[in-house]
């Protein structure tokens, strides 16, 4: 890392941003159950004078605050994962089978932390920090827009701290950056019979092979090599006997895509796979994150103003999803990765021994807040 710490923020600022994700650490809570931490969430905003709004998709809290025409969306997430932690640190997880394995405990640190360095006088501009619950599968942000909480916004930014990269550097990737996620049920239908007399019936077993191999055909013969996709069969179930040749097999899987017309040649090639043989039933988890240029050209000149321009990655892009997605499809809005690794690497996300780099939060914060600064500077001019 060739940014210096002591360089960002006050000390206490960093001690606070420490202390909060470690308090978040040890105490993490799941999807829609984040009672403890938004309640001190709250707490804090209030503290700030800020307008705040709790109880939004059950445990999502908004905090306005300034005055103007135009209004920018702040977000962070604030659920855990259902993973039992094996870190050794003293801040691990109290709450046995439940752990921040993605690192959102230190986004709703850095989001407490941002918000106060705008409170007091009025920022010119209609600022909404938003703490989301049930990222994680739960499509929070999707269930907070349901409640108004983009209502008046016209722009919105969010920070992931993210161990594929080091500390130290930032990566901001104009355009698709994060891929759409469906969650794939298709039921093969068949009828059942004695395994000694199979023409009697009809195997949904054999079928249910055909289907697989077919849908592994996809991406290599019908999605451009210019395009990105995945399709995964990740779930097999069927029989009950080896005498027996069942009714039915059910197989369930993903798709990922960059682009929402090769996501849909791929769901009509499905359908086309298992016509005669089965239903298809999708369900679209999170849509293609697609990052607004002119936003992402804001937030990089406030990361370049902090870890300059030589740790700045421009095409980090992640076949995982995130829900944000559809925060940036209702407005211009960036997303962007703050690199968590340590100086040993860092195990991935989701990971039962993830940790960060503390150092991440401070640089989170810098980047942040200049974006913010950039964004309302960019409308007073
Ligand atoms: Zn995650
Ligand atoms: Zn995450």
Same mark, same amino acid.
């Given at each position: 890392?060739?940014?210096?710490?002591?360089?960002?923020?006050?000390?206490?600022?960093?001690?606070?941003? *420490?202390?909060?994700?470690?308090?978040?650490?040890?105490?993490?809570?799941?999807?829609?159950?984040?009672?403890?931490? !938004?309640?001190?969430?709250?707490?804090?905003?209030? /503290?700030?004078?800020?307008?705040?709004?709790?109880?939004?998709?059950?445990?999502? %809290?908004?905090?306005?605050?300034?005055?103007?025409?135009?209004?920018?969306?702040?977000?962070?997430?604030?659920? #855990?994962?259902?993973?039992?932690?094996?870190?050794? *640190? $003293?801040?691990?997880?109290?709450?046995?089978?439940?752990?921040?394995a993605c690192g959102?405990?230190?986004?709703?640190?850095?989001?407490?932390?941002?918000?106060?360095?705008?409170?007091? !006088?009025?920022?010119?501009?209609?600022?909404?920090?938003?703490?989301?619950?049930?990222?994680?599968?739960?499509?929070?942000? +999707?269930?907070?827009?349901?409640?108004?909480?983009?209502?008046?916004?016209?722009?919105?930014? /969010?920070?992931h701290v993210w161990n594929s990269i080091p500390v /130290?550097?930032?990566?901001?990737?104009?355009?698709?950056?994060?891929?759409?996620?469906?969650?794939?049920? @298709?039921?093969?239908?068949?009828?059942?019979?004695?395994?000694?007399? $199979?023409?009697?019936?009809?195997?949904? =077993?054999?079928?249910?092979?055909?289907?697989?191999?077919?849908?592994?055909?996809?991406?290599?013969?019908?999605? !451009?090599?210019?395009?990105?996709? %995945?399709?995964?069969?990740?779930? @097999?179930?069927?029989?009950?006997?080896?005498?027996? @040749? $069942?009714?039915?097999?059910?197989?369930?899987?993903?798709?990922?895509?960059?682009?929402? +017309?090769?996501?849909?040649?791929?769901?009509?090639?499905?359908?086309?796979?298992? #016509?005669?043989?089965?239903?298809?039933?999708?369900?679209? *988890?999170?849509?293609?994150?697609?990052?607004?240029?002119?936003?992402?050209?804001?937030?990089?000149?406030?990361?370049?103003?902090?870890?300059?321009?030589?740790? =700045? =990655?421009?095409?980090? %892009?992640?076949?995982?999803?995130?829900?944000?997605?559809? %925060?940036?499809?209702?407005? $211009?809005?960036?997303?962007?990765f703050?690199g968590s690794a340590g +100086?040993?690497g860092g195990f991935p996300h989701h990971n039962?021994?993830f940790d960060i780099d503390?150092?991440a939060?401070?640089?989170?914060?810098? *980047?942040?807040?200049? !974006? @913010?600064?950039?964004?309302?500077?960019?409308?007073?001019?």
């Open positions: 890392m060739t940014v210096s710490i002591e360089s960002l923020g006050t000390r206490e600022e960093r001690d606070e941003l *420490v202390r909060l994700r470690r308090d978040f650490h040890e105490h993490p809570e799941l999807g829609y159950e984040e009672v403890r931490t !938004s309640g001190i969430v709250t707490e804090r905003l209030q /503290g700030l004078g800020f307008a705040v709004r709790t109880g939004v998709a059950k445990t999502g %809290v908004l905090g306005d605050h300034g005055q103007g025409t135009r209004g920018l969306y702040v977000r962070a997430d604030m659920d #855990a994962l259902p993973i039992l932690e094996e870190n050794e *640190v $003293p801040y691990c997880s109290r709450n046995q089978g439940v752990m921040h959102h405990d230190a986004h709703t640190a850095v989001n407490l932390l941002t918000s106060s360095r705008f409170a007091g !006088s009025d920022p010119g501009a209609r600022l909404r920090f938003a703490f989301q619950p049930a990222e994680e599968g739960g499509q929070g942000a +999707d269930r907070m827009m349901e409640q108004g909480a983009l209502d008046g916004m016209d722009a919105a930014l /969010g920070l /130290g550097k930032v990566a901001i990737t104009e355009g698709p950056a994060m891929a759409s996620v469906d969650d794939f049920t @298709i039921r093969v239908h068949g009828v059942g019979c004695h395994a000694a007399e $199979p023409h009697q019936g009809d195997d949904p =077993i054999v079928k249910a092979a055909g289907i697989i191999r077919d849908l592994q055909t996809i991406v290599s013969r019908r999605i !451009s090599p210019y395009d990105r996709a %995945v399709v995964s069969v990740t779930q @097999i179930e069927g029989g009950s006997a080896f005498n027996v @040749i $069942p009714n039915e097999v059910v197989l369930r899987g993903t798709v990922r895509t960059f682009d929402a +017309d090769v996501q849909r040649t791929i769901h009509d090639r499905i359908r086309e796979i298992v #016509a005669g043989k089965g239903d298809f039933d999708v369900k679209s *988890v999170t849509q293609v994150l697609v990052n607004d240029p002119a936003m992402c050209r804001l937030v990089r000149k406030a990361a370049e103003a902090v870890v300059g321009p030589e740790n =700045i =990655i421009e095409n980090e %892009v992640t076949m995982g999803g995130e829900d944000f997605a559809s %925060v940036l499809a209702a407005v $211009p809005g960036c997303f962007f703050v +100086d040993g039962a021994r503390e150092r939060l401070a640089i989170g914060l810098e *980047v942040m807040t200049g !974006s @913010i600064r950039n964004w309302i500077a960019e409308g007073a001019g």
